[in-house]
């Protein structure tokens, strides 16, 4: 009775990620992976529990395998050695490196396939939609492709889909629910849609 | 293709996205711990963004005596009173430790549930006011503890809350039925091992894995274990578990669940992260920084553990003018036996003055007298025994996750002309 995501399922308010991680996004050092770290981490807790810690690069993978435990959705292989790696430089035992750019930013689109420094990629990953979608394969949501494909041709497709951004829901692609969604604005989410839909 | 979550009022909103921009401003300050004034200069000039259906930090912490309430992670929020701060017999509401592990759940107590599922004859479910009209209402004053508490005194120090040595616990007086009541009017069946809580409180994603613990029937049938709605005379506040919570005492305080909505009477122990993963200990002590090994135990009783709440550290203390320390002593289970005091770091001891002995799960006042004959620098060691003969040790053994740190607590004053 125990075995299924229902309970929390049925009750969480999960909208709120990625103005969260946007929140917390100043105190990690910046270098290479620092902005997947904290949309990764970030999101559920606060990155003191980061900037505290000086730990190996095993420690940080024991860490990271308990996250996913704990309801992480797996990050990708990509994903995961950006951000062992970002960890392990500048919270790890040795002397960090100096402060660098976040050169991996683009890389870090990793498995979404959305870069999150350009264009409609910004709002997607401010938004923290490419956390569960990506453009052209199934990731925790359905891609883009496809929500694209299943409207095509819907005369109320713009409506429909502000709405499931706005709002949430679950049922159309699965029992998955998508969270609502407060930390876009209107304008952004307009700008999401017609770009979904214009990927027909 | 329906959504139960009702889209979020404007306001909500609004407060979510001004939020935005206050950036984070507590977690800025790191590892310190926010104490009034570092809340007073980093107070974010915009709310906080709160997820909906929850309780923003800010009132939680409202509820606080900020004077000496520290913070230690705002997500998940974990906080707690340093030693001087508990000279209390009953630890305040305002001054009881805080330790989510999600969000705090905002509960409307009129529509909660209670229900008692599994390796039960008759399957039952409660609404808060049904609970308290059909079994005995008692009272208790027991020890809530965190299993991490004291984490920093470690060497290394384990990863997690980072509790100082006497962080993480508290003692209120609770009140509720008792858990052993409502099972048996559910009837527990043969083969029936473990009874586990699980809460209501939401993650922020989605995937977040529910909080769920189970402890084993004999304690959850011991007549102390409660389903709580009350501390010290009061509702529950919501941090605390607001409507119903389990009260587990004497146990590390992942047991104790907060917000408990459904109790499952299981074959064995319950399986999931919060059992398999958090809150074990090797089973044998292993060397400071190992892994954990593969034969570790789930957490239970504390072991013997005392405080000094007074004086408090570093404090100036006039010569030649009697002091009397005094301090709290407990044990998961059995009783204090007896607190020694050493001020020679530990070569000789000497007996402390024990105060009454109060509920079963209750800490122990304790007592010492002491003239200072020098001035200086001088420090007070206190070591509790149990029944069983256990007592303090000066370091406890290390273990990977940080639990269960009962070394002798240790508090230095400067003793000044008078």
């Not at chain 1, 399922?9 to 990690?28: D, E, M, N, R, V």
């Not at chain 1, 990271?64 to 435990?69: D, H, I, L, S």
């Not at chain 1, 969604?181 to 839909?197: H, M, P, T, Y």
């Not at chain 2, 099972?183 to 699980?198: E, F, N």
Request: hydrophobic residues 40%; contains cysteine.
């Amino acid at each position: 009775m125990w075995g299924s995501w229902s309970f929390r399922l049925s009750t969480c308010a999960a909208a709120l990620t990625a103005g969260f991680a946007l929140a917390q996004g100043a105190p990690l050092v910046s270098g290479p992976g620092v902005g997947l770290v904290t949309a990764k981490c970030g999101t559920c807790h606060d990155v003191t529990h980061i900037t505290r810690s000086k730990l190996t690069r095993d420690e940080w993978t024991d860490n990271f395998e308990n996250m996913v435990k704990r309801g992480m959705p797996r990050p990708s292989e990509d994903e995961t050695r950006i951000i062992l790696d970002y960890l392990t430089a500048y919270y790890g035992p040795r002397p960090p490196p100096p402060a660098a750019p976040d050169t991996l930013a683009a890389a870090a689109a990793g498995a979404s396939g959305i870069d999150p420094t350009q264009g409609v990629g910004r709002i997607l990953s401010a938004g923290g939609c490419t956390a569960c979608h990506a453009v052209d394969k199934p990731l925790v949501g359905p891609s883009f492709d496809a929500v694209a494909a299943r409207y095509r041709g819907d005369a109320a497709a713009t409506a429909k889909l502000s709405a499931k951004i706005r709002h949430g829901g679950a049922g159309v692609w699965g029992p998955t629910p998508m969270p609502p969604n407060a930390v876009l604005s209107d304008r952004e989410v307009q700008q999401i849609v017609e770009w979904v839909l214009a990927r027909n | 293709m329906s959504s139960d979550r009702p889209p979020l009022p404007d306001a909500a909103r609004r407060r979510f996205l001004e939020g935005l921009g206050a950036g984070g401003a507590l977690a800025l300050l790191g590892n310190a711990p926010l104490t009034r004034e570092a809340l007073a200069q980093a107070a974010p000039a915009k709310p906080e963004p709160v997820v909906p259906g929850t309780i923003a930090n800010a009132a939680v912490l409202a509820e606080k005596d900020m004077t000496v309430f520290q913070v230690h992670s705002e997500r998940p929020l974990t906080g707690s009173v340093p030693a001087e701060a508990h000279d209390f017999d009953v630890t305040p509401s305002n001054r009881m430790f805080v330790r989510n592990n999600l969000l705090t759940p905002d509960i409307d107590a009129g529509q909660h549930r209670l229900r008692v599922v599994g390796l039960v004859d008759k399957e039952l479910s409660f609404g808060v006011e049904e609970l308290k009209r059909a079994f005995p209402n008692v009272s208790t004053q027991a020890m809530m503890e965190c299993a991490g508490a004291g984490r920093t005194a470690f060497t290394p120090t384990p990863r997690g809350t980072p509790w100082s040595p006497t962080g993480g616990m508290g003692c209120p007086k609770w009140t509720g039925v008792r858990l052993r009541d409502v099972l048996a009017a559910a009837g527990v069946k043969s083969g029936a091992r473990h009874v586990a809580g699980q809460g209501g409180d939401p993650g922020t994603v989605a995937t977040a894995a529910p909080v769920i613990r189970s402890i084993p029937l004999s304690k959850a049938e011991e007549e102390h274990t409660l389903i709580a709605w009350a501390m010290n005379d009061a509702p529950l506040p919501k941090v605390h578990g607001f409507p119903l919570r389990l009260v587990v005492p004497g146990w590390v305080g992942s047991a104790s669940t907060k917000w408990l909505h459904t109790l499952s009477v299981l074959d064995g122990p319950f399986k999931g992260t919060y059992m398999d993963d958090s809150y074990r200990i090797p089973k044998w002590p292993v060397a400071p920084g190992d892994k954990m090994p593969p034969d570790a135990i789930v957490t239970e009783a504390w072991p013997i553990k005392s405080m000094i709440t007074h004086p408090a550290p570093n404090q100036k203390v006039p010569a030649g003018r009697r002091l009397t320390v005094r301090g709290k002593a407990w044990v998961g289970e059995g009783s204090v036996a007896r607190v020694e005091i050493s001020t020679d770091e530990g070569v000789s001891w000497q007996r402390a003055r024990l105060g009454p002995r109060g509920d079963k799960y209750a800490w122990r006042s304790f007592a010492f007298d002491f003239e200072p004959e020098r001035f200086g620098y001088t420090t007070f060691l206190a070591r509790a025994w149990d029944d069983q003969g256990n007592a303090q040790p000066m370091v406890s053994p290390w273990n990977p996750l940080g639990y269960f740190w009962n070394g002798v607590h240790r508090v230095g004053v400067l003793v000044v002309p008078a």
